[in-house]
């Protein structure tokens, strides 16, 4: 898949990782967008009918399972992120002291 790009040279929100399950989801989308127009109901045979609504019901699935994987990503990030806060909050309230060691005396001649 081919990076889209914003006028500014950017990579758009939704390529900048591989990994993320954003751009098959857009894919599942867009599959089940077509066979609902493909109208089930309007399909002449029972065979179409049943396949198309077969397909349907499975495209609805895995499209369901993918947001689902989105909201554990999210999830994890929001423990991060919570975890990064936490830590820099303990960072904040360190408390320096300091304390007498040693004196010099010291006269100039």
Partial sequence: MRPTTRPGGRKSRLMRSDKAPHPTIINVSIALYTHLRARPDLAT?????????????DLEKTQR????QIFNVEDQIKGKR????????????QHSSSEHLFSIRWQAA
């Fill in 45 to 57: 045979i029972v065979d179409e009918q049943h396949a198309l609504q077969s397909k349907i019901r």
């Fill in 65 to 68: 399972t993918q947001r689902q």
């Fill in 82 to 93: 919570d975890l990064l806060i936490e830590r820099l909050e303990k960072r904040l309230s």
